[in-house]
């Protein structure tokens, strides 16, 4: 491999204005880069993960972070165990692609962690780059992975992470991972996916990218009629949503009813007023977010024809009533509680409006064999996923379409 | 509709009761007018599920959000009747807000205006400063903000000089030689608040100059929001034009390019007043619930001069609280208020820009 010698800036210079927060990399960032690739699920990524989910755990804070504990429980060896069996095709040899360049979103604290971990067990060295905001949850796991590298027993595995913070219009250092990487992961916004592609990367490696999405969300009124723990479902729809300003690729924007037109009527009331009720209790509404929604309602009423807002109590929760399903619906979006609503005679009515955007499609009341069959018999444009209504942010080794563990890795054919 | 009559009687003359049925009834009648006139209208009121027959109090009808007007084209009159068209100072990288006038219009936000400002300059008209460049006046079928402000407060003037140089650099000799020529009359003295302690204070600062102002007055508007951020406030930028021009009558302004002409002027206790043409509302971001005295919320302003846009009735991006209504100390009806600033840009999570701050 030619790699290395490409390089012709010094690496001292380009690491000039960077924050590595990490520990025992800094020492030799020159031995990191030219480490070699490790098996996919090697037992001792699975040993180190599980050590650090049992330190984040034992970290008083964690409690009072659901996503830094949900990350904690997903780094056990047992959810390990089980991914590998899911993933790791017997007798095939597959190894790490080398070095993965992530640049995590600057608004999701905990993203670049899960980046972090699909890089390890797809046997690749990290160089990840972290929201450059400062978020307690970042610190926790951060204060975790420099725990580990100071015990000998993870030391292999610790010198395949370098944690970086450096100031969006550093352009030197993405100039410079890019140079180096194998693997650039992206994640989201087109725009910053657009200005980081202006690095150019060495002609072997490729880029996975997150661009924006959109998502939606299927209820079968017919069977929420008769759910007796409203509460629970709106508390998973409010994890979904608000708990993200609804701006997470995987918040649903368009709410898309099923059954008949009483319990539709029916389901709406009780499903709008139980998530309410707890977006009152929880939420902080800023006041430019309300300016947002009423701008994006005007915006819509003048590019689509007959929609109507639903009345609600204020202006935590919008609710847009649609005629018809239009196929620019994914354009009138608005963050913190705007949500489109449509009445289908049947989940094949949204195919065709479904385009390569579209996401994550979480459900209630419908079977997981009909869902596999709408895929099977439609074969929609977009989705890519499909979870119950409260698991949309579950991380899943499958994203955005990609199965990253086989992406990132590579696979030798031995004849 | 004929707001006429409204010129015969002083425009801070209506107490609360009168004032509220005078503006529910020409604030209905435009909403009913641009329903008519207005596709665009007409379908985001129907949104709205408005019913524009419905007998209701101004503070009930419908309100549309400024920054509707930088996504939209929105007009109640055909094409071939706009007579101008003016653009507003949009923030870099938006599009600027396009509003479309026809003559009636215009002539109404002319005589408006003249009717509120000769309220503190008096009707005679003086030799005016423009604390401007004349090059912002260029083109003069799209008028900028600046240029609209400028043009329309240009009628209080006999004679005009321009204390800015096309490059923005303070024309110091001109302005000089005009000052000292008209050393028996009131000078009239108009700009952007920005610009004034930009181009103005700063260089009077910088090159240690004195001028004698003080027997002028000055109005001045454009908002705060430059100055916020170099921390200086408007007791600040008073105390700065007092000491080093003598300038005592100073009046800052509060309106829009969305509803030029009924614009609030500052009285002399410092408080912003609404006249007979125009009022505010003050509403709570939570549920767009009428503010009471002393609330903060965002500032819904109505004016009842838009008859060829659809701006009757706007919700800004201004925060502000109403101070009181009919019983400001300077004597003046109507309410009075003050603006807090610009809405702060959300702090919101989700993956959305990893370039994003």
Known sequence: MQRYEDVVIPMQANLKDIEIINQTALDDFDALIKSRPYDIFSDDDIDYLNELSRVLLKDQRTRSYPDVATFSFFCRRSNLIGLKNKFKIEGRIEVGRGILFHIAPSNVPVNFAYSLIVGLLSGNINIVKVPSKNFEQVEIIVNAINNLSRDRRYKSVSNRIFLVKYDRDNNHA??????????????????????????????????????????????????YIAEKNTSKVAEGFYNDTYLFDQNACTSPHL??????????????????????????????????????????FFNQSLNIEGIKKSKTKDNLLWRIKLERLDGNIEDFRCSGGYFNEYHASSISEITSVINTKYQTMSYYGIPKKELIEFIHQEKPNGIDRITPIGKTMDFSFNWDGYDLVHTLSRVIEVS | MNIDALFNINPYSLGKKEKSKLLSNYLAELTRHHYMKSVHYKAMVDAMSFDINSEVTYTELPFLPVRLFKLNHLSSIANKDISKTMISSGTSGQQPSKIFLDKETSLRQTKVLAKIVSEFTGSTRSPMIILDSISVLK??????????????????????????????????????????????????????????????????QKKKINLDLSNAILIHGGGWKKLESQSISPKEFKKLLADLTGL????????????????????????LHTSIFSDIIIRRPYDFSVAEIGEIGIIQTVSILPKSYPGHSLLTEDEGILLGEDDCQCGRLGKYFQVIGRLKNAEIRGCSDTYAS
């Not at chain 1, 709406?268 to 929604?293: E, M, P």
């Not at chain 2, 110091?172 to 030689?177: K, M």
């Open chain 2, 248 to 271: 005592k009558s100073i009046y800052d302004y509060y309106g829009m390019v969305e509803q030029t002409g009924s614009i609030c002027m500052e009285c002399e206790y410092g408080h």
């Open chain 2, 139 to 204: 083109n003069r079928n799209m008028f900028s903000a600046r240029g609209a402000g400028i043009i329309g407060f240009s009628m209080f003037g006999t004679k005009r000089v321009y204390a800015l140089k096309e490059n923005m650099e303070l024309d110091i000799e001109s302005l000089g030689a005009f000052v000292r020529d008209h050393q028996e009359s009131r000078i009239f003295i108009f700009g952007f608040t920005f610009m004034i302690y930009k181009h103005f204070i700063k260089e009077l």
């Open chain 1, 255 to 296: 709410i898309v009813w099923l059954g008949s037109k009483q319990n539709v009527k029916k389901s709406q009331s009780i499903f709008w007023h139980s998530l309410h009720a707890l977006v009152k209790d929880r939420y902080t509404l800023q006041s430019v977010q309300v300016v947002d929604k009423i701008t994006e």
């Open chain 1, 174 to 223: 993405t100039k410079y991972f890019s140079s180096i990487c194998n693997v650039r992961i992206i994640w989201g916004g087109n725009e910053s996916i657009r200005r980081i592609r202006e690095n150019a990367l060495p002609p072997r490696a490729f880029d996975v990218t997150f661009p924006d999405r959109y998502s939606l969300c299927v209820i079968n009124a017919d069977s």
